[in-house]
């Protein structure tokens, strides 16, 4: 077996320095009635082309995104990623080394770590960033328990143009916490927020962004908020939007957080992805999450190392800031070469051309008569459909031309959001690609 | 020699990317076009490559050297499963595709939810946590639901055995139980009559490790599993080990109600430096409707996901679907090693854990002897006592000559703990070598050559790292030296 | 432009260095009637995405050969290449260094050479193996030209079973030289070759399995030529079949070359590719090509270093045995390490599947009424046609099936080879892929 | 730490790869079935793994480090190119496929082909030859043919420059040709008064190479050139330094009649520690019959290979139809910088060049002076006069600094030859720093420090090695140390 370094030879071998007559006997503290008493319905070991040709079977029956006109978004975008990224990240020491404990010998990660906090501080406008957390959505949830943390206080207030999942995140990471409201969806950009802030408000979550691709503006919610005593939390699920919109840090926000797939990473059907959270320097030490921090070595040489671990649960235990372990290393990497590869002058120019394509979508929609209830966007939009999205967005999917995600799917059982539709467009986005799918919306509407 | 920041290398002015500078205006953006500069630097390709090709060479990772990290399992990373994973069916596709073009990515989810479920005999499996920890998170809120379902609400307490990593207590506080600690009996296993004893009806569940954190076999897991279970409790076994047992024991067998599995570290995803992870939790018969979505259902011959949770779900614990890159890697490695191979990969890794233990066990001291051990051998710091050199000065020797250490101060059940865990990827050949160093290493130890260790690492790129400096003075992000001496 | 790392004020900044005004004054050694004085017809400058987009459309437009049944040999062969072989390719160290001239910073690429050598010595059975050539035809020329100056002798005759491409390669290194005899293709593996050998022979040169797949009885050819004091040249296109059939090297081989291919690296359209050359100890000065010597460092630390140069271009200049100097590095990589997987015995194991898959074919072909040539093959075989070949293959190509390759595109204008059709099967070689042939063929020839 | 040889560190029954252990008879074998033991030891993957990691990083790499190797043109290779020859579509197709299934393969030949008739304004282009002494052969084989054709066989003299690659010497001399030698003038260019004196009936071509490798541009090459064709003679360029000028000066405008291009030189394609290369010859109209087999043909919307010899052609020089994978990488490069972008590549080349030159020219001395140099600049070794160092030294001196040394005694026309080329891909950072490093070795080499050259490399993974050993006692494979003592 091609993973297994032994011969049959090698374990005699071993047994004999042992002392054991067989393996077997190496499990004698394992209950005799449960070891190697069944038969499991799998198969057994095979050549790496047969391996190779069930994985393609399989992934032969997916549409790929790249195989015909693409206009999903609600949190997950298309970029293209150069192809310096995947090749680097695949790299031996970046793919296959643990979490740095031993900073003398991990600085490659480490010191990545610490150029990452730096980039997502500056993009998010906030003075200090972690790590990284799993993904946007569980990096919200962390966000709300560590604004509870700060503020002492119970009550959270999640705007309706927060992303669905995003928003049943959180509900299930507070179960059975009181305080929690959640608004209803606002797919007009609409919003009754800032009237439900109160002396006993912890935070507010807003999205920007949001769901629906409205811009919000986030200096007037911050003023709401910070009168009340209680935080803004802003979330952004389209980061490569920061290149063209004002930073939420020079807006106010207290705690920001954002999914980072957009930059670096594939969209993988959801995962792995990579969360980002920042926050004011003042609440360093209610943060989740892994910390970078430079110091020094015994002769002076600049170094960097994981800190302020008294947050975290394998010093803290129960009295840890958040259970969270393992993070997202390698997605971080790649968000930090490709960010470095952007630079100030490519994420500026991505971020136009993004919003330039979504303009033409827009454009070309309300050019064939489809309702785009959107006054700003940066590079999503909602429409409304004269009828369920649905069944369209199905029949299309059948013509190879993935048209948006039908609000529905997200909020299921009202019929308000029936006929809803969420576009999104990128740098990928072609003016044939916009065509087609005018053309297409144009025929299962007639 | 030293890499720079990329801060001070790039500027504004490099970019690594062509992009054409288009012309937009400002009608769609509500005046909330960005006014504060982005202060990002940019890197050409060739500065790009050079930078994080130096950066990683500073890094020590399983293709270069044995990486024994107890309770890690940091085994090799096979490139069929990253090859398979960057197939564009797999990671070209969205998470909000129509179900209908999706089809194949959830056939490979049914596929590896089979596998776990057929190599631990359980019920259902929740495919969605993102790692190890949040695989906790999502077993203990089961077990909470569960609790609720049976108006078993007022249960505020979580038995953590004090050997247990340090996510069970953490994640157990999280749902806002009171954490009771259980402690070892003498041969380092959890004591079943302090396990009897702590049970009321006040107790919500148990959270084990099996094999244990001191890499035993928790031989009367029979036993407690019954009387947790009488108890009107839960049993929640922490997978983190399960790489030890994997086609040999089936944890359902055991009485388990809810076992995370770290992807990464039992079936071969790479750590990355740190993720991301995958952490499925299976589920038994009485926690399976409390499962978490989003899971894949199946009508005929068409796959479907149920995204919404119903009566009894404890809800949704990520957007979207989970770590699919990671699911794919996994499958690769399942269909790799076949049932055989898994079976004979934990054979073998408990192998490697003992001949290390046989061939060191006379210079280093077992606080725990008496049985075989599993995949991981624990030794403590009584070899060292008098020497004057610490556990962690001897991991740091370790650096010197080559090799990661082990994993140290952990568990925390016996002083100075060293938790060496070989796995089953490693030769006869590096383990011999490895032996050699470490008995050397003890020798000298042993003689009294204190200079070695307390210097050590001499080696590395860097020298020990003052760690206090670190988290007295945070310096969390990079400032240019102007900024920064203000 | 991504690859280049100078912005302009970089380029204002070496200027005034320099002391120029501009980069055209560094130009001025240009007459100018030459300089710049040209539009080509040639697009400027695009993203990624786009370079990817223009290149993804050409790959598109051909048929990969694993998108379906495939049967084609004739001296590139379809083999599994494992994933690590092509990860560690990759590899910055390895990919994107050069020859290593300077042995202290290039031990990696030597001792892989080194290794390499002895794997191909030991796989041809022969004393001393180079460090790659271009591929197997060259090599084949190669070898002709240094058994002409080892014997200082002119004749030289090429086996008919010789690959028709080699041949008209050593023709066009030999232009205008004496001696050169070319045989007749044999497709059923008949030949005269022994009666022509005489004093004046320098060598023969043979190929074993042929281009038509019936194995060669080097024994008997090594004694013919031994007799007549000549070299026997054997040549090998697929070197898996060495996992099987007796080493060259062991009957009687003075030279063996070969093209290794089949070994680590993907058919690409033909190249590139690794050539092997191996021969006595005694020719070695005679060698073409880098010879890779162990040695010891100024401590007595074993080392590797380029050696035995005297024979090569860059020190001996007109008087080199070859011109060649930039070989198959990175190729010889790819085998070096798909063999050290293989090992012993994963090599006999893909050899005998490799035979066993052939044989599936051969009874299959032969239980349709078609008729197979070969007594002995070991994956590949010639069968006759009722037919002209060219437009089967054409017309099964049509339904996506590769049926080999019609000798008549190898020997054009010999009515007698016009029905031929040479077909290899390999570990890839599914049940299904025979079965869809043989169908295929039948549905032709009816 | 040296990495053992891998027989050192694999057997026989070790093997990376799973394959069914099927029967065979021996019916159609012959006989022949292997006797004599195979003798490869394998490799389990995780081992391999290590292995190849291990020796890889005892290698220095453009990815790691600037490469200054004067000649050899080490600039960046992107990754993009080697993305997009794995395409399937590409990597896996077949050379004797019909050619109704690889148009996209064809297409892509003739694009490149394209590419490279407009960068040099020439007739045509044979993309065959296998690197770029492969296409001086295919280039030099093309004239021969021409000459037969006119009746001009008797022309048996080529000439040949004291500073040419010995790539030229060497190919001359395989096709039958005498060699003539040609001096350089104090400039360090080609002597027009020498070429003149020189030709004659005799004479069939001349090999010359602009950019010359002293780094300078031939100014009065459009007089040789109408010279050698006034004495019926074709004139051969080396292609080598073609990176100075590409998308600047086309060399048909210079009147060349056949010039190799290296694709892994000036197109970016890896060097891979030695290869694969490329060399595609452009060719004169005068030349263009005499092009070698496989060319691509296009009629109409379809395209098609002629594969055999017409009359006048050269003929075949390789199997099949040379580097595919090549190609690709290369058009790949060229359609990522477009035209503009190799003009800028050029001229940043020769910026980046006279850079180094004016700032070490006050230390090194500069044999040729009073021209800009083109992308390379040579330094002698009179500036170590009396030192006691030399090129060597000093050279060696340089990987303890962490640079790739760069050209040595080479070309011959100066003593003690340092040639150095930054290639476009260095940035203005990377330039200053291998300044610094330069001057200090200087100064310290002028002081006298001969300690620190005549030992280094001492920061290498080996000291200097004994080459006049490895020449003497050829050990040109691994013996086992049994047989070895034999």
Same mark, same amino acid.
């Given at each position: ?30 209950? +005799? ?72 010998? %991990? ?113 007037? =919610? ?37 999914? &980072? ?47 302020? %671990? ?35 002058? &490519? ?25 785009? =209830?959107? +006054? ?14 649905? *069944? ?27 006929? =809803? ?26 | ?28 953006? &509500? ?5 504060? *500069? ?56 969205? *998470? ?83 954490? +009771? ?88 995803? *790479? ?26 259902? +199946? ?42 191979? =898994? ?43 008098? %020497? ?99």
């Amino acid at each position: 077996m091609r993973y297994l370094p032994h011969s049959a030879a090698d374990r005699e071998h071993m047994l004999g320095v042992i002392g054991a007559g067989s393996i077997d006997e190496l499990f004698a503290p394992v209950p +005799r009635s449960v070891l190697g008493t069944f038969s499991p319905d799998l198969p057994d070991h095979q050549p790496e082309f047969g391996v190779e040709a069930h994985m393609r079977a399989l992934a032969g029956r997916n549409h790929a995104a790249g195989d015909g006109p693409f206009f999903i978004g609600a949190g997950a975008y298309r970029h293209h990623v150069p192809a310096t990224v995947d090749h680097l990240i695949q790299r031996s020491e970046w793919l296959t080394a643990y979490t740095p404990y031993q900073p003398e010998i %991990s600085q490659g990660t480490l010191q990545m770590l610490f150029e990452f906090q730096t980039q997502v501080a500056r993009l998010t406008g906030m003075e200090v960033a972690n790590a990284s957390m799993y993904d946007g959505s569980t990096a919200t949830a962390e966000a709300v328990l560590m604004a509870r943390r700060i503020t002492r206080k119970n009550k959270v207030i999640l705007s309706g143009g927060l992303h669905p999942h995003y928003r049943d995140t959180v509900v299930t990471y507070l179960s059975g916490e009181e305080g929690l409201q959640c608004l209803s969806p606002s797919p007009e950009g609409q919003g009754d927020i800032v009237d439900r802030i109160d002396d006993q408000t912890a935070a507010i979550v807003i999205q920007t962004p949001d769901f629906y691709g409205h811009l919000r503006n986030v200096s007037a =919610l911050a003023d709401a908020a910070h009168e009340k005593g209680a935080l803004l939390i802003v979330v952004v699920t389209e980061i490569v939007s920061l290149g063209l919109l004002e930073a939420p840090g020079a807006l106010g926000a207290d705690i920001v957080v954002a999914e &980072g797939q957009s930059i670096g990473n594939p969209l993988t059907f959801g995962g792995p992805y990579v969360g980002l959270l920042a926050c004011r320097e003042k609440f360093v030490r209610q943060m989740p999450g892994r910390l970078c921090g430079e110091t020094v070595d015994a002769e002076g040489q600049r170094g960097f190392v994981l800190t302020l %671990s008294t947050r975290e649960q394998h010093i803290r235990r129960e009295k840890a800031t958040s259970n969270i372990c393992t993070n997202s290393g390698l997605c971080a990497l790649a968000f930090s070469i490709h960010l470095s590869l952007l630079g100030e002058k &490519g994420l500026t120019r991505l971020a136009r051309l993004n919003h330039s394509r979504a303009t033409a979508l827009a454009d070309a929609l309300a050019g064939a008569g489809i309702e785009v =209830l959107n +006054r700003t966007f940066f590079n999503e939009m909602t429409v409304r459909l004269p009828q369920p999205a649905v *069944p369209v967005v199905e029949a299309l999917a059948a013509k190879g031309i993935l048209a948006g995600v039908p609000v529905s799917r997200l909020e299921p059982g009202k019929p308000e959001v029936e006929n =809803l539709l969420v576009l999104a467009a990128t740098e990928l986005t072609t003016d044939a690609d916009i065509a087609a799918l005018v053309d297409g919306l144009k025929g299962e509407l007639a | 020699p030293a890499e720079p920041l990329l801060f001070e290398i790039g500027d504004h002015d490099h970019s690594g990317v062509d992009l054409p500078d288009v012309e937009i205006s400002d009608d769609r953006l &509500g005046g909330l076009r960005r006014k504060a *500069p982005l202060d990002l630097p940019g890197l050409t390709e060739p500065e790009a490559m050079r930078h994080y090709v130096r950066l990683s060479r500073r890094n020590y990772s399983i293709d270069s050297g044995m990486y024994p990290l107890g309770s890690c399992t940091m085994k090799h990373n096979p490139r069929l499963n990253e090859k398979m994973a960057r197939l564009p069916g797999f990671a070209d596709i969205h *998470p909000l595709q129509p179900v209908s073009t999706v089809q194949g990515a959830l056939m490979a989810m049914e596929q590896l939810s089979h596998w776990l479920m057929e190599l631990t005999n359980t019920a259902a499996v929740a495919l969605s946590p993102k790692a190890g920890a949040h695989g906790e998170l999502c077993g203990m809120m089961a077990i909470k639901a569960a609790h609720e379902a049976r108006g078993q609400g007022h249960r505020r307490i979580v038995l953590v055995p004090e050997s247990a990593h340090g996510t069970n207590p953490a994640t157990a506080a999280f749902l806002g139980y009171a954490v +009771r600690s259980i402690d070892a009996n003498e041969n380092g296993t959890v004591d079943v009559a302090a396990v009897k004893a702590a049970l009321s009806d006040d107790v919500a569940a148990i959270m084990l490790t099996n094999p244990n954190t001191c890499g035993l076999f928790e031989s009367q897991i029979i036993e407690i599993a019954a009387a947790v279970h009488e108890a009107g409790a839960y049993f929640y076994c922490d997978g983190a080990n399960f790489n030890a047992i994997m086609g040999v024991v089936r944890p359902g067998d055991l009485g388990i109600d809810a076992m995370h599995i770290n992807l990464h570290k039992t079936f071969s995803t *790479p750590h990355g430096g740190g993720g991301p992870g995958s952490g499925p939790v299976v589920l038994s018969e009485a926690l399976a409707p409390h499962a978490p979505v989003p899971f894949v259902t +199946r009508d005929g011959d068409s796959l479907g996901l149920a995204e919404h949770a119903g009566e009894g779900s404890l809800g949704r614990l990520t957007a979207f679907h989970g770590q699919m890159g990671m699911y794919i890697r996994a499958l690769t490695y399942m269909l790799s090693h076949g049932a055989d191979g =898994l079976a004979q990969a934990a054979r073998d890794a408990v192998l490697n854990a003992n001949y290390l233990k046989a061939r060191l066990d006379d210079l280093f001291t077992v606080p725990f002897d008496g049985q075989p051990v599993m995949h991981e051998v624990l030794f403590d710091d009584s070899f060292l006592k008098g %020497s004057g050199i610490s556990t962690l000065d001897f991991a740091k020797a370790m650096i010197d000559e080559g090799y990661h250490p082990m994993t140290m101060y952990f568990p925390l059940v016996v002083q100075g703990a060293m938790l060496i865990e070989p796995t089953e990827s490693e030769s006869l050949q590096t383990l011999d070598a490895f032996v050699e160093t470490m008995r050397e290493l003890a020798e000298d130890a042993k003689a009294g050559n204190v200079g070695r260790f307390a210097q050590a690492p001499m080696r590395a790129p860097l020298r020990r790292l003052d760690e206090t400096r670190a988290a007295r003075q945070p310096r969390l992000k990079y400032q240019p030296l102007a900024a920064a001496a203000e």
